[in-house]
């Protein structure tokens, strides 16, 4: 048995696929729901929907059984040979990879260079209409406020966080996905560094191409209401410092957990 300590664990996607192999898994799981609900996040206490903690216990509980749920799968996908265990790679190795396959690896993971500067808005501009509430001097102007709005959009909790993962000892292989920040056990700033991660491959990059993984061209979608600015957004040039590209070779996961 490996010993982890969890940052990620996908709990949604966790008891999906052990459903796979126990059709009555999930029956049985819906018993605990409105418990387990409570635990979501580990250390994160939901208390504005329960209207109360849930007590360290409990929580250790929850943690306990989460992990022997993913210990479980794990076991359930080596024993059906779904596992692929990547120590090393080159590009005849990298070629192998297929579409649902289940890969784990040790990956250096990255933060999107957006990550921090959506987050610093989503923290300022509650200070900034709470002082406004109370005084009828602007602190910023329009312009500011409108530019603050709009990179708030960006720190949705819903649309997840995009990281980049290259693999340790061979960055040139990369792979990439989002998680969901319900699931996320610690604060986000400290993802960053060395991880072993586990998730199913995708999507994989063809040669020679490469994939915008920035989530500035979802939010211009959604605020281009016709083809023609669409099609203008498409052609906007990000500039280096904010924009987030990846490349062959690399591919995207559907991230289940990450874990030292």
């Known amino acids: 048995m490996i010993l982890r300590n969890f940052i990620y664990l996908d709990l949604k ?98 933060l999107p260079k957006l990550s921090s500067l959506t987050e610093a808005a989503s923290e300022f501009k509650p200070m900034l209409d709470l002082i406004s509430s109370v005084s009828d001097d602007l602190i910023i102007d329009d312009k500011t406020q409108a530019g603050l709005s709009f990179l708030e959009m960006f720190n ?13 000892g061979y960055a040139k292989f990369k792979f990439y996905g989002a998680i969901n920040l319900e699931y996320l056990r610690e604060d986000r700033s400290k993802l960053e560094g060395e991880f072993t991660v586990i998730g199913k491959i995708v999507k994989k990059i063809p040669k020679g191409k490469s994939e915008r993984i920035s989530p500035l061209q979802t939010i211009f979608d959604k605020l281009s209401y016709n083809k023609k ?3 203008k957004t498409k052609q906007i040039k990000l500039p280096n410092d904010i924009e987030d590209k990846i490349y062959y070779p690399a591919a995207k996961l559907d991230i289940l957990a990450i874990y030292r």
């Open 13 to 110: 996607m966790l008891y999906e696929y052990l459903s796979s192999f126990d059709q009555n898994f999930i029956r049985e799981k819906s018993i605990e729901k409105a418990d387990r609900e409570k635990s979501i996040g580990a250390n994160k206490i939901v208390t504005a929907k329960y209207g109360k903690t849930v007590s360290e216990e409990k929580q250790l509980k929850f943690l306990a059984e989460e992990a022997a749920s993913f210990q479980n799968l794990y076991n359930l996908i080596d024993e059906n040979s779904l596992l692929q265990v990547i120590e090393e790679m080159d590009d005849n190795l990298w070629n192998n990879i297929k579409r649902q396959q289940i890969i784990e690896g040790l990956v250096n993971i990255e």
């Open 156 to 168: 949705d909790p819903q649309k997840g966080l995009i990281l980049k993962m290259p693999l340790d």
């Open 229 to 231: 600015a669409k099609q």
